[in-house]
Nanobody, 122 residues
């Protein structure tokens, strides 16, 4: 059974940093595409960053240069390093996994975590 468990969220002031983690189990971690998504109250879910099985990364324009997605295959863990945080980064952050990059990009990944809240105050 696949499990994705996020951690690392919290409250920070603008300009601060957080590192989110997503611990994965129940599948061959290194063969899946992984991503981070976020959803703020009253807004649609947004793709933040993805990493595919060969390590190629993509970022939303709003976070490019500030956020870094990475993974540790030995630990079956996905990370999102978030620097220079802004109040508009406030959202629930979810990790997702799918063998298919297009499915991940479309936000219809097979597996999702429960989310971790990030709140950035001005």
């Amino acid at each position: 059974q696949v499990h994705l468990v996020e951690s690392g969220g919290g409250s920070v002031q603008a300009g601060g940093s957080l590192r989110l983690s997503c611990a994965a189990s129940g599948y061959t971690f290194s063969t899946y595409c992984m991503g981070w998504f976020r959803q703020a109250p009253g807004k649609t879910r947004e793709r933040v960053a993805t990493i595919d099985s060969d390590g190629t990364t993509t970022y939303a324009g709003s976070v490019k240069g500030r956020f870094t997605i990475s993974q540790d295959n030995a630990k079956n863990t996905l990370y999102l390093q978030m620097n220079s945080l802004k109040p508009e980064d406030t959202a629930m952050y979810y990790c997702a996994a799918d063998p298919s990059l297009p499915r991940l990009w479309l936000g219809v990944a097979s597996y999702w975590g429960q989310g971790t809240q990030v709140t950035v105050s001005s």
